[in-house]
């Protein structure tokens, strides 16, 4: 399984670095959500950033069905907005966030380290789960990371996993009550 990711990954940071290519089928971008499920949240946020600078036409904020390098290629695209492409990127948004696994959700498995190197807060307000609603927010100040899940979702017998932040000393944290707060001194 790492194997067949990983080779995907040299394939995608070949695009990224500029190897030459003619086309994509957005379709990749469920790409997101297994690199955050194989905890390798950093790969995930570079290849959707990646993917973000190819949605056309420009301003229009979302994908066709194929992605052609040069824009202007008289090619087929399918249609646009293409809702599957669509729902694929906002899966991977929400993974970043929560996903479900097992008996349980893993919360923030995505967050790069680029929102937790800045001081500002960000998060996810009432995310609706088979537990019930969430409403998830992290921030750093200092070199001190805080994570807080609120909410009126019942975690199950094991807990809610939340994951550490990127360069966060210690491990992740599995909570059993709401409001729950967890803090992890960072780099």
């Known amino acids: 399984l790492r194997n067949t990711f990983d080779r995907y990954w040299t394939f995608a940071q070949g695009r990224m670095k500029g190897e030459p290519w003619e086309a994509f089928t957005p379709y990749e971008l469920r790409h997101v959500g297994a690199f955050i499920r194989l ?5 995930a946020y570079e290849l959707l950033q990646w993917f973000r600078q190819f949605q056309r036409p420009e301003g229009w904020h979302h994908w066709a069905e194929v992605v052609w390098h040069d824009p202007k290629t008289p090619k087929f695209i399918g249609d646009m907005p293409h809702t599957w492409v669509g729902s694929d ?3 991977s948004i929400l993974s970043m966030f929560a996903y479900d ?3 349980t959700l893993v919360l923030f498995a995505g967050v790069p380290r680029e929102w937790t190197d800045t001081q500002e807060n960000f998060g996810i307000e009432n995310l609706h789960t088979r537990f019930g609603t969430l409403t998830l927010s992290m921030h750093r100040e200092g070199k001190t990371v805080t994570a807080r899940v609120t909410g009126d979702a019942v975690p199950p017998e094991a807990g809610f996993i939340v994951r550490k932040p990127p360069r ?3 491990e992740d944290v599995t909570i059993h009550t709401l409001p729950a707060e967890v803090s992890w001194a960072v780099e």
């Open 101 to 103: 696994h097992a008996e």
């Open 168 to 170: 966060a000393a210690g």
């Open 39 to 43: 905890q390798q949240p950093q790969r």
């Open 89 to 91: 990127y906002l899966n």
